[in-house]
C-alpha cells in the first residue's frame, strides 16, 4: 500500500464514524485527495409523504461526498454555505450517485460543486457548498 | 373540531407518512396554513464523524418544516431551490427547534426563511427555500 | 465627534471610494459597527428590457450593504458566497430600501441576512451572504 | 437569413433594452435558444473601494446570460432564485466571459449554472439561477 493510499484509509476510516451517514445509508464509492464519488440505494425509509425521495436523503449524499473530498488527514473542513437545486424527482427504485467538482481552494476556504444522479446517468439535483478549514 | 383544524389535521396525516422523517426522529410542534414549527431532539444517530450533528439531519428538519408550511389539504407543494447557512456547531444533548416564515406568495411559487435554534435559543442554521405549487 | 463616529466616518470614506455604487447611484443612510442601510431611487438606467429593475442592480443594492455592515477600520471582508430570492417585481418610480442583519460572527467569518424593501415597506428581495475576515 | 436565426435576432433586440445592461458594459458574444454567453471588459467604472471587481458587475454579468438563455420570442422567463460563489477577485484590466449551462427544463421552471472566467481562462465565480416562465 503506497503512502497516499495509506492516508486516504485513514481519513475513509475517521469519516466512517459517521452515524448520520449509516442511517440514511450512504456508501463511498472513491476517494482521492480533493474528489469523492458516493451511491444511495433508494430504499423505502429514503421516501417522503408523496413517495419521491425526501430532500434530505439527497442533500446528506451530497453534503457528505463533500466532506470526504475536502477533508485531509490533518485538516478537518467545515461545510459553512450550501445549496441545494432540485433538478427531477427521484422515484423508488432509484439509484443514486454524487461526484465533487472543486472549483476554488485557498488555504482557508475551497468550494466545491456536487451532481447527484440516478442510475440512468440523469441529473436529480445540483449542489454548490462552501468549506471553510479550520485554524 | 372546527374545519379549519380538521384541515389541519389532514396535512398533519398526509405529512406524517414522510418515512425518512421518521427515520430522523423529527415531530411536528405547530402547524396552521403558511407556517410550522417542528423540533429535533438530537441522539447519537445525529452525529458526524467528529461529533457534531451532521448538516443534513439539520437541512432535513428544515426542509420537512417548508413541507409543512407549504402543503395544505389541496395543494403539492415540491421544493425547488435551497439554501442552508451553517451558523455554529450543534453539540450531542442539543434539542433543536425550526420555525418557518413565509417571505412571498404567488400563484404557482412560495418562498420561505426557516431558522433552526438550539434549546437556548441560539441561531444555529439558516435556511432558505422556493416552493412550486404543482398544477 | 466621538471616536466610534471618527471610525465610521473612516470606512465610510473608504466605501465611498467605490466606483460602481457611484455608477449605480446607491445612497448610505446609516452605518454603525456590525450594520448598514441604504437607499437606491430607481431611475430609468436600472431597469431591464420589460420595464422592471434588473436584478443585477437589486444585488448591488444588498451585497453593498453587506460590505458597509461587515468592513471595519482595520478589517477588510470579502463576500464570499451569496443567494439573492426575487419576492416581487420592483417598477419604475420605485426606492428601494435595504438593511442587514447579522446572522453570526467568528474570528474569520460572518453572515448577514439582508431585506431589500419599496418604499411601501413591501418585501422585495432578500438576500443572505458569508463574508471571510482577511488574514 | 433562417427563420431560428430571425427569432434568435427578435430576442436579442427585445434584450437589447435593457439599460441597466447598457449602463454596465455588457455585450452579447453568442445566442442560441436555451444558451448564451456575454463579455464584460472591466474599466475603471467596475471597481470597488479595495480595487477588485465589484460584485454587482459580476452578478449582473451572470444574471443577464441567464436571461438570455432562458427568454424565448414567446416566453417571460423571470429570474427567482439565484447563488453566487466568488472564486477568485478580478482585478483592473481583466475581460470576464460568462457561459451559461442548461441544468433541467420543465413547463412552468427553468434551471442553469452559469460560470464566469477571466481572459486566463481562470473560474472566477459560478451562479446558479432559476427561472419561472409566465403563464
Known amino acids: 500500500m503506497t503512502e497516499s493510499n495509506m492516508k486516504i484509509e485513514k481519513i475513509k476510516e475517521k469519516m466512517d464514524k459517521d452515524r448520520f451517514i449509516h442511517l440514511v445509508g450512504i456508501e463511498i464509492l472513491e476517494m482521492t ?3 469523492a464519488k458516493t451511491r444511495l440505494v433508494i430504499q423505502d425509509k ?3 409523504a408523496v413517495d419521491v425521495v425526501q430532500g434530505g436523503a439527497i442533500f446528506t449524499l451530497a453534503d457528505y461526498t463533500m466532506a470526504l473530498a475536502s477533508n485531509t488527514e490533518t485538516e478537518t473542513a467545515l461545510a459553512i454555505e450550501t445549496s441545494l437545486s432540485y433538478l427531477r424527482p427521484v422515484r423508488p427504485g432509484s439509484v ?4 465533487s467538482k472543486e472549483l476554488s481552494r485557498s488555504k482557508r476556504l475551497i468550494s466545491y460543486s456536487i451532481m447527484v444522479q440516478d442510475e440512468k446517468g440523469r441529473d436529480v439535483a445540483f449542489f454548490t457548498g462552501r468549506c471553510f478549514i479550520r485554524e
Do not use: C, F
Open 46 to 48: 429514503h421516501l417522503n
Open 96 to 99: 443514486l450517485y454524487a461526484q
Open 33 to 35: 485527495p480533493g474528489y
